[in-house]
């Protein structure tokens, strides 16, 4: 027979390794790297807050299809041609332009490559953006606000707005 | 004590899911890379597509292909294109995996003086040919440079004629192993027009088919299965053709046609003389007294009493089919390819033209006006005659374009060592191959799909190419090398166009001269360029009875050689995947199975089964094939349907140096083929003909089936109506048998589909189709005998149960069935998943969710129809060759089901296209894949809940033809299938 102090010691230690096996779990398969900077340090608070830009400006993808897409630096520079040209970051951003250099920014949002997620039925039913990616306009950093490897965020609000949930609407 | 079994193994699962898990999937990129400037064709995730012509066979189809985030992703039959309408065959399909090759040559590769190569900088190759072009010209000898090329028509052939001219020669050679010699000579001395005129099937209720595979690989085959199989099924009219295929073999087009008579070769020209003599005989020939005089003077002896014998046809059935044919409303004889082209090709041919010119063909069903392109080919004769050449050191330099001769004429010809003695080869080619592995400079170019260009199939249909996407590798156009090398060369012509792209552009103002009334050119040019092309209608052409016909011009040997029992008459059979062995190197094509034996990834040779027995061979038995010429090794495999004494070998495989695909796998057949030019006159190869022993050997080669089954033992598989017993709205079927499953409700759509088994012609292009969209992995020799092959679509092969031997013996008779997932609406496959990976969709598909699957594989051994395909590995694609990969389908990982979705890709995308433009979903909208290739026109699909929908029509409970699959099983399959008309 066990102890119960001793079973108590072991309840914990099998508790603590199950923890960690989830962060493992959630750290490897499904959250991304969120650690790393963007390689310019791009503010959603100044662009979508501060100055009120209509997301659809830059991420005009969601009209169209699948994909928001990142906007090209040549719509960057439309307005930083002008709009705050001497700052360091937007330099820099002229100089990449310049040298016909990409920038490489860091992913924030992913989704399982099993998963076909499409902006435009969503963008059409009046989702706000927030919805799935947080307060944005408050963001100096992105970060990813819910778990899009939780199959359940989906599943809830397709429920809550009577939209499809058969598996052939993401899974293919 | 209070931690349960249960607990414990809770803890120990998460905890091993813990270990497991960070290496489960692969990761996704970390970072995001936008365009600098966005192209303004491409949005992120959405699919553009570019019109193009398919250079895989000189049939010249139009494709478009579609292009994701400036990749080239699939490759569908341009609808608008005159030849193929929109189907495009498993070779087009493949075109993807030329372009993305791993083999790819990626540099110019120079010769070595110790025999290797030596990669060398664009630069470097061009200064190599044109210091050599200048000591050449110095020496005097500009005018024996030679350019072999494969067939081009248009810019490309101008261009070529250009440059050589500019270095004072005019030996271009264009060659293709199948350059109809036999059929233009025929052509030549009955009409007095050495070309390949255009065959009509459309409207033609009678064909005879003199041992011509026209839907299979003879000169343009989805235009001839779509013009052929729309006269098949039960159409409105009510009306349907038939074809009789004459042959000593059961080819995937004599599989189709109602009656396989089994002829030897050199006998069918024959067999058209006594149908002529039979039709003016009787007087129903539709000519002047004149000319019916003379052709029964040309016939004379030819009656079908002198030539029942040899022809192994009773009198009473040659009038029969000889009346037959005369009395149609519209008929049509074809005669040409490989069967024909042995030493009479060019008499059967002729007779055959005189059989269509009795029976008032000529300018209807045949028609000399818009001539097909092969027409221009030089012949084999002609390479023949430059091989002797190059062997007395007349040719100083050598350029080849896309064209392996060293593989596909015969060796014995002795192409290796006259090449051998000629001092410069370029080979301008973007793989490696037997040929090009003999050359002193290899340029590589840009695949068809990469480049800029156009291509006449035949006249006034002028296709234009434009590239699909960036080149994969450094490669150049060939347009683009003329072009720089003949302004540094600096002689005659001009050569000014800055690139291709304009000189064809330059070229393309006299078609616009000609089909561009009333629009600038540049109105002109974007519109074919989104069109494919442009068409001309041409005006018609006679042609008539030549003079100097005469009956040595039509008559092959009086009597077919006996059998001597010890020597076989060898018959090479094109292939319908790998043609003359240019689609060995493309996986999906390796492991397409042949249509008529179902093998994979290899070469047999065909034999009788009467001579098997005689042999005391079975399947896979190792024989030893000997010609005066060579000898090599092959597996047996026993064919039904081939006449006793022949024996057959697929052409196309055999490579030894066609990259990793191909190399290794089978034996080329031309090695064992008689070398001389046909000696009829027209100078082509002697595909068909050639003796050859046998002997048995020790042991097995293995070969790798995908399907044992001959029979389908009674199941009625393929079920049959006589055509009279067709009756429109009779009696509705009873209705389905009470089930145990729950009753599905289907909420808007319910999704099915109709194939037509009387117009499948089995010719696999839905197959390929199905690969290329579907991320469908090719498994390989091994694990196909594994029975692991991972198809989601097959065409299922069955002979009739005859008996294939012995004395009771009929002609072999065989029928195709394409069968993939039917979605069931009782599904017996969902109802055993454990963790619900199978389910129904409320749209009546059987969905497969990948990231449920844990590979129990209780679905698949619980589906009667064997459609599911479960993922033993991880199958690793080779870069490039991964660009491929569709980005809307998830690529399946080890351990997991999978199976046809009726392309819920393409449903999904339809719908959300349909939401965009806030519309409802039109009928045919929606085409899966298979649908979309097939050439035949068997597949439609649609929403079974609208009635007025086309599949709600086909499938109507009330017609005769509708039919499941083993409906026994009271699956109810949302796959129907109509059954196959016997005439």
């Known amino acids: ?160 707005h009577a939209a499809p949930v058969d598996c052939y609407t993401c899974h293919r | 004590m209070d931690l349960k079994r249960r607990d414990f193994l809770k803890i120990i699962g998460a905890t091993t899911v813990a270990t497991t898990l960070p290496g489960c999937t692969p990761k996704a990129p970390k970072s995001l890379i936008p365009y600098i400037i966005p192209h303004e064709e491409i949005i992120p995730g959405k699919s553009v597509w570019y019109a193009s012509v398919c250079r895989e066979c000189p049939a010249g189809c139009g494709v478009n292909i579609r292009v994701r985030e400036g990749r080239a992703t699939k490759a569908e039959g341009n609808p608008l294109h005159p030849v193929n309408h929109g189907a495009l065959c498993a070779r087009g399909q493949a075109s993807l995996q030329g372009l993305y090759h791993p083999d790819r040559i990626q540099t110019p590769l120079l010769r070595t003086a110790t025999g290797g190569w030596e990669p060398a900088t664009w630069e470097k190759a061009e200064d190599v040919v044109l210091s050599h072009l200048q000591e050449t010209l110095r020496q005097g000898k500009g005018r024996d440079v030679v350019w072999i090329s494969s067939l081009q028509t248009g810019s490309l052939r101008a261009l070529l004629g250009e440059w050589l001219a500019s270095v004072g020669s005019k030996n271009l050679l264009m060659y293709e192993p199948f350059g109809h010699e036999a059929l233009k000579k025929g052509n030549e001395r009955v009409f007095g027009a050495a070309t390949v005129p255009v065959y009509e099937f459309a409207g033609v209720d009678t064909i005879y088919s003199f041992g011509t595979d026209f839907l299979e690989t003879w000169l343009s085959p989805v235009a001839f299965a779509r013009g052929f199989a729309g006269e098949r099924g039960f159409g409105e009219s009510g009306r349907r053709n038939t074809l009789a295929y004459f042959g000593p073999r059961l080819s995937m087009t004599a599989a189709n046609a109602d009656a396989w008579v089994d002829v030897h070769p050199d006998m069918l020209g024959n067999l058209a003389l006594a149908f002529v003599s039979v039709v003016v005989g009787e007087g129903l020939s539709r000519l002047s007294v004149a000319e019916t005089t003379r052709i029964s003077a040309l016939v004379e002896g030819f009656g079908p009493e002198q030539m029942s014998w040899p022809t192994g046809l009773t009198v009473d059935r040659i009038v029969e089919l000889g009346r037959a044919f005369a009395k149609s409303p519209s008929s049509l004889a074809i005669a040409g390819g490989a069967v024909i082209e042995g030493e009479f090709g060019a008499q059967t041919a002729a007779a055959v033209n005189l059989l269509n010119y009795v029976c008032g063909n000529v300018g209807r069903s045949i028609r000399f006006e818009g001539a097909e392109s092969p027409g221009t080919l030089n012949t084999y004769a002609d390479m023949d005659r430059l091989l002797r050449q190059m062997e007395r050191n007349q040719v100083p330099a050598l ?195 042949d249509p008529i034996t179902r093998l994979v990834w290899g070469s047999w040779i065909e034999l009788s089964p009467d001579d098997a027995v005689r042999l005391g061979v079975t399947n896979g038995d190792r024989i030893q094939v000997s010609s005066p010429y060579a000898r090599c090794e092959l597996p047996a495999y026993i064919k039904r349907g081939l006449r006793v004494g022949c024996v057959a070998i697929p052409i196309g495989q055999g490579h030894t140096s066609y990259g990793r695909y191909a190399n290794g796998v089978g034996v080329n057949v031309t090695a064992l083929l008689d070398p001389k030019p046909s000696a009829d006159g027209s100078g082509g190869v002697l595909w068909c003909g050639t003796k050859v022993e046998l002997v048995k050997l020790p042991g097995k080669i293995a070969l790798a089936s995908v399907q044992e089954a001959e029979s389908e033992f009674d199941r009625e598989i393929i079920q049959e109506i006589p055509l009279a017993a067709l009756v429109r709205g009779g009696e509705a079927a009873p209705v389905n048998a009470p089930s145990l499953y729950p009753p599905q409700e289907y909420l808007k759509h319910h999704w099915g589909m109709a194939i037509d088994v009387d117009k499948c012609t089995g010719c696999s292009a839905c197959v390929t189709a199905c690969y290329a969209e579907n991320n469908v992995p090719v498994v390989g020799k091994q694990e196909v005998m594994n029975g692991r092959e991972m198809a989601w679509i097959r065409i299922d092969r069955y002979y009739a149960d005859k008996a294939a031997t012995g004395a009771e013996r009929e002609p072999a008779k065989a029928g195709f069935i394409p069968v993939l997932c039917q979605q069931c609406g009782a599904a017996p496959c969902e109802t055993v998943c454990p963790v619900y990976a199978a389910y129904h969709t409320d749209e009546g598909l059987n969905g497969q969710v990948y990231n449920r699957c844990i590979g129990t594989r209780y679905c698949a051994n619980n589906c009667p129809y064997k459609v599911r395909r479960f993922n033993w590995f991880d199958h690793d694609i080779p870069e490039p060759l991964n660009w491929q990969l569709n980005p809307d389908v998830t690529v399946r990982t080890k351990g997991v089901m999978e199976k046809c979705t009726f392309c819920v890709q393409r449903i999904v995308e339809g719908k959300n296209t349909a939401r965009m433009e806030h519309r409802e979903l039109v009928d045919g909208e929606i085409a899966p894949a298979c649908q979309q290739a097939c050439p035949a026109q068997a597949i439609t699909f649609g929403d079974l809940k609208d009635p007025e929908s086309q599949v709600s029509k086909l499938t109507e409970e009330r017609e005769p033809r509708p039919y499941h699959m083993l409906e026994e099983l009271n699956t109810r399959p949302a796959v129907t299938y109509l059954k196959r008309i016997t005439a």
């Open chain 2, 399 to 593: 350029f080849l374009s896309e064209v392996n001769p060293v593989f596909t004429i015969p060796s014995s010809s002795g192409i290796a060592a006259a090449l051998a003695k000629v001092p410069f080869i370029v080979a301008c080619t973007s793989v490696m191959d037997e040929t090009a592995s003999l050359a002193t400079l290899v340029l590589p170019i840009h695949t068809p799909l990469e480049s800029w260009g156009d291509y006449e199939p035949r006249e006034g249909v002028h296709g234009v190419m434009q590239p699909a996407m960036q080149p994969v590798f450094g490669t150049k156009m060939l347009g683009d090398i003329l072009l720089h090398t003949g302004r540094r060369l600096g002689r005659a012509g001009s050569f000014a166009a800055p690139d291709f792209h304009v000189y064809v552009m330059e070229r393309w103002k006299t078609i616009h001269a000609r089909c561009g009334k009333g629009k600038t050119f540049e109105e002109f040019w974007v519109e074919s360029l989104a069109r494919g092309g442009a068409w001309e209608t041409l005006p018609p052409q006679q042609v008539r009875l030549a003079r100097t016909l005469a009956a040595t011009d039509l008559c092959g040997p009086k009597d077919a050689p006996p059998l001597s029992g010890k020597t076989f008459t060898l018959l090479s059979s094109p292939s319908i995947a790998h043609y003359d062995g240019r689609g060995a190197n493309k996986p999906w094509l390796q492991e397409m199975p």
């Open chain 1, 1 to 160: 027979m066990m102890t119960p102090r001793l079973h108590s010691v072991v309840r914990f230690a099998l508790a603590a390794f199950f923890g960690f096996s989830v962060t493992l779990v959630m750290n490897g398969c499904n959250r991304p790297d969120t650690g790393a900077r963007q390689p310019i340090a791009f503010s959603h608070k100044i662009h979508a807050g501060d100055n009120k830009i209509q997301c659809q400006y830059c991420h005009g993808g969601v009209r169209r299809g699948t994909a928001a897409g990142i906007p090209s630096e040549r719509l960057c520079m439309g307005c930083h041609q002008l709009v705050a040209a001497n700052r360091p970051e937007i330099i820099r951003l002229r100089d990449a332009f310049q040298k016909n250099q990409p920038i490489p920014w860091m992913r924030v949002n992913v989704i399982g490559d099993f998963v076909y997620f499409n902006h435009y039925p969503h963008v059409a039913k009046m989702i706000p953006c927030q919805k799935c990616h947080g307060e944005i306009q408050a963001m100096a950093e992105v970060r990813p606000a819910v778990n899009l490897a939780d199959m359940a965020f989906c599943v809830d609000c397709h429920r809550q």
